[in-house]
């Protein structure tokens, strides 16, 4: 089993910046990647990022290329979700997701994290 917990999310400003962090513990060597989802009130859970334990290999999706970038730190078992440029659209709970190769191709989860809270205010 993976654990997943995150952290970070807030009230903020459009246009200010906020980084959120994933702690895995568990038996994280058996997942291929990590990603980042998010789910806005009366949506679906939409998938945000994702990058690969081994090479880095990272994706987003468009509402996230240009503005936020996602990082891993394998010592820690941690990933990060710098988000810049933050609009009201943004706002959503942020969870972030095990993956395996499957899940990280069709840019799915299996094991997730509680979720934080980002709120951007207008």
């Known amino acids: 089993q993976v654990q997943l917990v995150e952290s970070g999310g807030g009230l903020v400003q459009a246009g200010d910046s906020l980084r959120l962090s994933c702690a895995a513990s568990?038996?994280?060597?058996?997942?291929?990647?990590m990603g980042w989802f998010r789910q806005a009130p009366g949506k679906e859970r939409e998938f945000v990022a994702a990058?690969?334990?081994?090479?880095?290999?990272?994706k987003y999706a468009d509402s996230a290329k240009g503005r936020f970038t996602i990082s891993k730190d394998n010592a820690k078992n941690t990933i990060y979700l710098q988000m810049n440029s933050l609009k009201p659209e943004d706002t959503a709970v942020y969870s972030c997701?095990?993956?395996?190769?499957?899940?990280?191709?069709?840019?799915?989860?299996?094991?997730w994290g509680q979720g934080t809270q980002v709120t951007v205010s207008s």
């Open positions: 990058i690969t334990w081994n090479g880095g290999y990272t």
């Open positions: 568990g038996r994280t060597f058996s997942r291929f990647a």
């Open positions: 997701t095990a993956q395996t190769y499957t899940d990280y191709v069709r840019m799915t989860g299996t094991a």
